[in-house]
């Protein structure tokens, strides 16, 4: 495994590639707001400009749960290229729609075919003003290179 494909392999990296940087909170595309590296703020958090060591801190606890619930939820054997696209899934989409998602239930029957084609069915988000299911670019981008790592260990 190269060097590139060992990046690819960390949740870390992958996560602060998907998601890019912000100093400033802003609302996400589904209208949550959002601050360091696709930090989710709960209500109580001040909307105040933070630092990237800040940015790192809040990520560490983030991947933290999502590491967690991924390997509590997932009962079989996968590779670490595996939990790192799966922990890049739960992180964004939440360790909620991981428990219960078919791309979970699949995984642990054992069918890693059927999981890895339940990434690309990720790829939507709720719109804050119409409520309707919107399909992303950008999410539908992220799942094929979650899927890609899933598969291949590599994008």
Same mark, same amino acid.
């Given at each position: 495994?190269?060097?590139? +494909?060992? =990046?690819?392999?960390?949740? $870390?990296?992958?996560?602060?590639?998907?998601?890019?940087?912000? !100093?400033?909170?802003?609302?996400? #595309? /589904?209208?949550?707001?959002? #601050?360091?590296?696709?930090?989710?703020? /709960?209500?109580?958090?001040?909307?105040?400009?933070?630092?990237?060591?800040?940015?790192? =801190?809040?990520?560490?606890? +983030?991947? =933290?749960?999502?590491?967690?619930?991924?390997?509590?939820?997932?009962? $079989?054997? #996968? &590779? !670490?290229? %595996?939990? !790192?696209?799966?922990? &890049?899934?739960?992180?964004?989409?939440? #360790?909620?729609?991981?428990?219960?998602?078919?791309?979970?239930?699949?995984?642990?029957?054992?069918?890693?075919?059927? !999981?890895?084609? %339940?990434?690309?069915?990720?790829?939507?988000?709720?719109?804050?003003?119409?409520?309707?299911?919107? $399909?992303?670019?950008?999410?539908?981008?992220?799942?094929?290179?979650?899927?890609?790592?899933?598969?291949?260990?590599? /994008?």
């Amino acid at each position: 495994m190269s060097a590139a +494909d060992d =990046a690819l392999c960390n949740p $870390v990296g992958l996560v602060m590639d998907f998601e890019g940087w912000s !100093a400033v909170p802003y609302r996400d #595309i /589904a209208g949550h707001w959002t #601050i360091g590296y696709g930090h989710l703020m /709960a209500d109580d958090e001040p909307r105040t400009e933070i630092t990237r060591e800040e940015g790192r =801190a809040l990520l560490r606890a +983030d991947l =933290a749960a999502a590491t967690h619930a991924v390997r509590k939820l997932v009962t $079989v054997h #996968i &590779s !670490a290229c %595996q939990e !790192a696209a799966l922990v &890049s899934f739960t992180f964004n989409e939440g #360790i909620e729609a991981f428990t219960e998602s078919t791309l979970l239930r699949m995984l642990n029957k054992g069918n890693l075919r059927g !999981a890895a084609k %339940q990434f690309p069915r990720w790829n939507k988000y709720r719109d804050p003003e119409t409520h309707k299911l919107v $399909v992303s670019k950008g999410l539908t981008k992220r799942r094929a290179k979650e899927r890609e790592i899933f598969v291949n260990g590599s /994008a």
